[in-house]
C-alpha cells in the first residue's frame, strides 16, 4: 500500500471516494470488489433463520492507520456518526510519532466443563489433571484439521467453586483456535470430553461450552502521540487527568470503553464477526480484579508526549461463520490485507486505542458536541449535493443559524447552484 492518510476523504462522493482510495492505496482490486459486494436474501436465508429481508448499516473507511510500519485502511460498519472520523483523527495523529505497534498472545481459547454432584472437588481436580495428556488427545481427535494447521488442545486447567448448589468442578480445555474464532471447535471438543469427565470424577457433567473470557487471546496495540500534535503538553496532562478517572470510577470507565468499543465493534462487525463475543471479553476482562475498569492508559512519556496503550481479548477469525460467507466481508477482509486472525485481532486493538484517543482529545478539550454538530453539518451538505468549499460553506451557514436539517441544506445548495 502506498499511504493509507487521504486528506479531504469527507468531502468527496462515495463513489468519489473508492477511487480515491483506490488511487491513494495502490488497492484497486480490493477497492473494486469491496464497491461491488453486497449480501443477497438468498446468502441471509442461508445464515440465520426466518429471513424476511436485511438490514443495513453503514460502512466507511477510516484512514491514515500506521500499524507495525504497515498502512492500513479500517473498513467499519457503525450507525453512530463521528466514529469512523474520530478513528481517522487518532490514527493521523498517532502517525505522525511513528504510527501504532502491537502485539498478542497467539488465538488460545477456553472451554469449560462444569463438573457437579461431588463429595471431593480436590480430588476430582487431581484426576482430572493426571489425564490431561489423555483429554487433550481425545479433544484433537475431534479435529485433525485445526491439527494439521499448528492448533489443537494445548492444556487442561481446572478451577473449584463452592457454589450455592454446592461444590463445583470446572475443567478448562485450553485450545489454540489458528485462524478461527473457535467457538465451533472448542465447543464440539468439550462436548466430546465430558463422558469421559464423568467417569473419571463420578461427578454430572452439565455445562460444556466456550468462555468469552478469551483472556489467553489478547491483543495489544501501543502509541506514541506527540504533545505538539494533539494540541499541547496541557492537553497530553487532561487526556491523562480523564483516562485517570476511568481507572478508577466504574461509571466512567463504563462511558470510556463504551468509546472503545465504538471503534472495535465496527471494525468487527465489518469483518462479518461475532461482535457480542468481543464484547463480553472486552468488559469481563476490564472487570478482571473485581472492579469494572478502563482497558486503556495514558501516561507522559520522558519527552512529554502522550503514551497510549490498550490490551483486551479479541476473539475474531478468518475461517468459518460470517468472514468466510458474507460478500462484504470477504471484501473487507482484502482491504484490510490480512492472513491471520491474530494479524486481524492486533489491527483491531490498535483502531479502539485510536478511537479511544480520539475521544478523550475531544472531551479533554473542546467537547464532543462541536466536532460531532460540524460533521453532521457537513454530510447533510455532501449528501444535499454541495462538492468541494461549498460542502464547508453550507454546513458553517447551518452552525451559525443553528438550523442543521436536510431540508436547510438542500435549499442552501439549490440557492448556490
Ligand atoms: C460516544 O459514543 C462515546 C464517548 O462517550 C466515549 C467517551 O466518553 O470516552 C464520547
Redesign the pocket.
Known amino acids: 500500500m502506498k499511504t493509507s492518510r487521504i486528506p479531504g476523504l469527507y468531502r468527496l462522493s462515495p463513489e468519489e471516494r473508492l477511487d480515491a482510495i483506490a488511487l491513494m492505496t495502490g488497492l484497486k482490486a480490493e477497492i473494486t470488489e469491496l464497491a461491488g459486494a453486497a449480501l443477497s436474501l438468498g446468502e441471509a436465508d442461508r445464515m440465520v433463520e426466518n429471513v424476511v429481508g436485511l438490514f443495513q448499516v453503514p460502512l466507511g473507511v477510516a484512514t491514515g492507520f500506521l500499524i507495525d510500519g504497515r498502512d492500513v485502511v479500517v473498513p467499519m460498519a457503525t450507525e453512530?456518526p463521528s466514529?469512523i472520523a474520530a478513528a481517522s483523527n487518532g490514527a493521523r495523529m498517532a502517525r505522525s510519532g511513528g504510527g501504532f505497534t502491537t502485539s498478542s498472545t497467539g488465538p488460545v481459547m477456553r472451554a469449560q466443563i462444569q463438573v457437579t454432584g461431588l463429595s471431593d472437588p480436590f480430588g476430582a481436580k487431581m484426576a482430572i489433571l493426571e489425564r490431561a495428556e489423555e483429554l487433550k488427545a481425545m479433544a484433537n481427535e475431534k479435529d485433525p484439521m485445526l491439527v494439521k494447521y499448528g492448533g489443537g488442545a494445548l492444556g487442561i486447567e481446572v478451577h473449584i467453586f463452592d457454589s450455592r448448589v454446592g461444590p463445583m468442578v470446572v475443567a478448562h480445555l485450553i485450545v489454540d483456535c489458528r485462524d478461527a474464532m473457535g467457538a465451533n471447535a472448542v465447543n464440539t471438543m468439550a462436548e466430546a470430553l465430558a463422558p469421559r469427565i464423568e467417569e473419571i470424577t463420578g461427578g454430572k457433567v452439565f455445562l460444556r461450552i466456550i468462555s468469552n473470557l478469551a483472556d489467553l487471546r489478547l491483543a495489544r496495540a501501543r502509541a506514541v502521540f506527540p504533545s505538539e500534535e494533539i494540541g499541547g503538553l496541557d492537553v497530553a496532562k487532561a487526556i491523562v487527568a480523564a483516562a485517570a478517572l476511568a481507572e478508577v470510577d466504574p461509571y466512567r470507565a463504563a462511558?470510556?470503553n463504551?468509546?472503545i468499543m465504538?471503534g472495535i465493534t465496527a471494525a468487527v462487525m465489518a469483518t462479518g464477526n461475532d461482535t457480542r463475543a468481543v464484547e463480553a471479553g472486552a468488559h469481563a476482562y476490564a472487570c478482571r480484579d473485581g472492579q469494572y475498569r478502563s482497558l486503556t492508559h495514558y501516561e507522559i512519556g520522558s519527552n512529554g508526549d502522550l503514551v497510549g496503550t490498550i490490551e483486551l481479548p479479541v476473539a475474531v477469525g478468518l475461517v468459518g461463520g460470517a468472514t468466510r460467507v458474507h460478500p462484504v466481508a470477504k471484501a473487507v477482509v482484502k482491504v484490510l490485507g490480512v492472513s491471520t486472525a491474530d494479524d486481524l485481532s492486533r489491527i483491531i486493538a490498535a483502531v479502539g486505542l485510536s478511537q479511544?484517543f480520539a475521544?478523550?482529545r475531544?472531551?479533554a478539550t473542546e467537547g464532543?458536541q462541536r466536532g460531532h454538530m460540524s460533521l453532521h453539518a457537513r454530510n447533510l451538505a455532501v449528501q444535499a449535493g454541495a462538492r468541494g468549499d461549498m460542502i464547508d460553506a453550507i454546513a458553517k451557514k447551518m452552525i451559525a443559524e443553528g438550523r442543521i436539517s436536510q431540508e436547510r441544506a438542500e435549499e442552501l445548495q439549490r440557492e448556490a447552484s
Request: proline share 0%; hydrophobic share 45%; charged share 15%.
Open positions: 453512530e466514529v462511558t470510556h463504551k468509546g465504538n479511544n475521544a478523550l475531544a472531551l464532543i
